[in-house]
């Protein structure tokens, strides 16, 4: 862990294949490991440059994923390429997958409520092994009626849908309580329930997953200017360099 990590603008990034990571987390259920996963696209990155703190949690993280084209091009930009994308949806489902394979515990928090439901519908129609200990939506009050719940639970693995950096702060937080996986997952609850859909794969294949989701969702505009100030840094990064 944090061994031979690339730097881009800040956030320490694994450098390491998606068999490989892959490889880590089934050794970490296995052995019940407390693990806390970051999956940072550029607006992360461009949002740990201005925070300091969030910044000390993502590199603090025992895995930091790229999860976005952008994270590739700006690593092959500077000189020291990341093999290539892990998205937080595909560890998401890897995650579950593993849970149905191996009998283990998951708690779900995030997201609406209908969409939270939803969820946790598909896991125990799809994933008949897994065992789904609790779940909550993601508008809650209090922490800790939760946290209560998921040290008594003890699940191998915690999926948050509290977007960033929300998230990664909760995770931080309360990681301890229970010797887990934990992951942000932003907003994939709504397409791993089919509330949302996913690019078609001929997007997905042509890196153009963030395309799709601006013109089915053209609210998201705002957030996709955070792509060119991304790359205008990295440009300015590899002159520095």
Do not use: C
């Not at 397409?191 to 794969?201: E, I, L, M, Y």
């Amino acid at each position: 862990m944090h061994k031979n990590r690339i730097d881009i603008l800040g956030t320490q990034f694994d450098n390491f294949t998606e068999d490989q990571f892959h490889q880590h987390l089934d050794y970490d259920l296995d052995v019940n490991k407390n693990r806390f996963i970051v999956t940072a696209n550029p607006e992360i990155v461009l949002a740990a440059r201005e925070d300091k703190k969030f910044l000390k949690i993502i590199n603090s993280a025992d895995y930091v994923v790229p999860d976005g084209i952008g994270i590739i091009k700006g690593a092959n930009s500077l000189g020291t390429p990341l093999p290539e994308r892990i998205t937080g949806f595909d560890t998401l489902k890897y995650l579950i997958n593993s849970a149905n394979k191996k009998h283990l515990k998951v708690y779900l928090l995030g997201a609406k409520p209908e969409v939270i439901s939803a969820t946790a519908k598909k896991i125990e129609t799809d994933y008949p092994n897994v065992d789904l200990v609790g779940y909550h939506d993601g508008y809650f009050k209090e922490d800790q009626p939760i946290i209560d719940e998921i040290a008594e639970k003890k699940p191998n693995i915690v999926l948050v849908a509290l977007g960033f950096p929300k998230q990664e702060y909760f995770i931080d937080k309360y990681r301890k309580n229970a010797d887990a996986i934990w992951i942000g997952v932003g907003g994939s609850f709504d397409v791993f329930s089919g509330t949302k859909k996913r690019a078609p794969k001929i997007f997905q294949k042509l890196s153009l997953e963030w395309f799709y989701r601006l013109i089915t969702e053209p609210t998201r505009f705002g957030r996709m200017l955070a792509i060119p100030k991304y790359m205008k840094l990295i440009n300015q990064e590899k002159k520095n360099r």
